[in-house]
């Protein structure tokens, strides 16, 4: 498959006329073609317009033509094969397994979707029948189904070429809600968003929806995804990226004359806990641990271990000369964009000239381009929670150890943190008391709370909670990452007293869907 | 039980220091005693304090128990008696049928939410069991259930004194959840509100619960609900009011360092279409039940159908005949207090002499205080299309006939219209394909789709959508009626590897609340 360097607006390959972008090799800095003019405001428009278009129709589709289409969606990708997997790699320096891995995670969480779609819990059906005869007054007949909430603009992620960006989790929940997509691609792997935007494409056609049901922008600077965001007939919004990002779209989106749901996942530092007894326990295993979690991938994680919190003494000592001797043995990585290499050195170096924090360790310094050095800082709790920036994210491996003096300053601190996607306890059967008091305040600042895990590694399940109160993510109530996720994308609606013909098909009396539903207060038998 | 003019901070009854309130007798003009002086932001601070402390254990009652104190706060209201209701008439003008139906409607809502918290439904308990076998990585134990967001802000609406007010359902959905609530009491009924607040308190106490579950509060103007919004321990609110305030509010709720979600219910006009057959078959009975149904409560319903959309022609003529007869003969009535009659008739003359509509219909003239006088107008498609002042929201019992040449400019009508929490399809067996034609434009506007009946009326059940799409509300995700309205204030929290001592007891294994769960992607047979 020959890359053209172009948007995909409906079934439409449209060459942009504004500032273009291209990829480069981050390993190499080497330029890779083609180029990607970006997309214009006029772009948008046609995009919006034929999202528009599409979507009474496709949000009317069965649940089998719509697991289907997100199924074909999964067999295309998986179609195109190394191809994608070199541009990937080409496109993020990260290494091929991980890319190869990516790309399953990818079709599985498409077809995980599917079978949430089939199933139709997520239609939420509700029925209480009219009680003609009830006093004083009688009861309508009244049904509840979701329904989708409209076009929904996506942004793509930079650290998931593929699970988080074209296809990945935002796509994917939208399109099982029955909500049109337009993609605003990121700008560090255009190619790889072309392939898959292509698979995107060759699905809608197979399984014979309207064109308007996906559309794929590039853009260089902020202008196409501010115009996508204030566009009227977009209806909802994901972004998984930077806090400033984050809050810039998430403004323009309240700020329009009707506001909408805008998802931003955006900064977390994802505290973890090691507890007195795991520390006496297993101090130094569990400080190798950690640095392994925290170099994983250079620290490109949403859910990277930037934060322990432990009260100290001789055991957080053995636990922090593991993880120095850790960090100091780890090796320089590739970085996923010279912007994002740059960005981590200046905030490694802000948080060590901050004079707030000692250094405890630097990884090994790479000679190749646009690698990071790990490195790992200690403070006094008091010191962190005097400092607003010392609860920033440095986004890559670099990782604050805050000690504090007792359990109730730790606890201090733990009520100190901002909302945070994850929140790790260490501990041994010794700390279940100190573990069950901290459990609250996690509770009230984390979408995952984890025992004896790390962060990173993110499950797609129906379990799965990836968000988390302010500024974690931009609305606490939801999950960007899990099955979950597609109750993002839905309103109830009610339908009263409305005779079967105009019912939809998943609110008839008779449950031609074989749907779980709730009638007249019961959960009914299947 | 004599009313002391007093806040309740908690346990506390506590005089106010700033500008007071007092009711007025709408339908006399009188002033009622006693005085209710207004709180302070110290007060407020306090009531925030005392909800902040209440949370985490309020959060961890049990089903029952907070179950048990739902239907305690509905027995206590009900033990009120008598003197509710006519201090509820004397606040409201409302009459007193009409007020023994909704303090029968409000407990029942208690004991409905009650019911929910029972079930347990709202946990959305989900559990993915650990696959230490898996490959190529194990799969971790991860079970997901939902938590209370925090302390929430309740803001009473002016129109149901009762059901939408201290103990309406925003507060009985917010408890429900587990959160404990703040109410800013409405400023047109403080007597009732104190009744109905020394009601929760007493429940507060019999049911062993920490104070500072419930507050309320006064305040004459908008300082006592803006310092509530802003304060960092309310994490949500729920409001019913004006377009105006609800988004002043909202905004402030969004411009906070940590956003929350604020629930505004602002502003319908609830367009009602009776299709052509409906018109031919019965379009004198139907203009009929039409202004009945606009008149009924002096129109002080967010359901009230503010706007009639139907072709024109001899039958839309009978309807209007027959709708202009009705409006005249329409009694004068009393409405809810001095400023929101002088509202309805100033938006009315507003209405009457912007030059785009031809008045219809006025009802007699009233000869006590503040009495209203319903009215009926009407415009042409196209001029209606063409201002916005007509699709705005005049809340008393006035309509607007809007009259299209044909389906088609119906159609764009419909398009045309802003998000609304009810639309309503008057249609015999030959408009069904008309209203099929119009479905999915209903579907995109409003929260609640109704055949042959009217809008007035909201059914308290797990089925409603109290809710629509901006303007109607804030957040067309939710309903602020029914029992799905708990989701408003819940928020979902994974927990991974949790041994089971700490895990909560909804995420047992053997199940000890016999809840409802997702397990491994299947729903469990009970």
Redesign the interface.
Known sequence: MTLEGKMLIGQQAIAGTQDPIHAINPATNARLDPTYPGGSREDVGRACALAWEAF?EYR?TTLENRAGFLETIADEIEAIGDTLIERAVAETGLPQARIR?ESGRTCNQLRLFA?TVRAG?WL?V???PALPERQ??P??D???RH?A??PVAVFAASNFPLAFSVAGGDTASALAAGCPVIVKAHSAHPGTSELVGKAIRAAVTKSGLPQGVFSLIFGAGREVGHALVIDARIKAAGFTGSRSGGLALWQAA?SRP??I?FYAEMSSINPVFPLPAALEARGKAMGEAFISSLTMGAGQFCTNPGLVIAIKGPELDTFIAAAKEAVEASAAQTMLTPGICEAYAGGVNAFANSGQVREIARGQQGDAPNQCQASLFATAARDFMASEALQAEVFGSTSLIVECNDSAELKQVAEHLE?QLTATLQMEADD?DA??AL??TL??K????????WPT?V?V?????H?G???AT??????SVGT?AIFRF??????????E??LPEALHTNNPLSL?R?VD?Q?EE?
């Open positions: 009474d009317e891995g079978r819990e939420d509700r029925i209480d004083p007054l009861r309508a009244l049904r509840q329904v909430l409209g309240q009707e506001p749901p909302g279940t573990a069950r459990l609250p509770e009230r984390a979408g995952r709370i984890l025992v004896n895990g590694g499950e399940c129906d379990s799965m909670v968000g109160p302010f500024p931009s609305d606490s109530r939801t999950t979950a839905l309103r109830p609606v009610c339908y009263q007293d409305l005779p013909a105009l779980n709730l207060g959960r299947q």
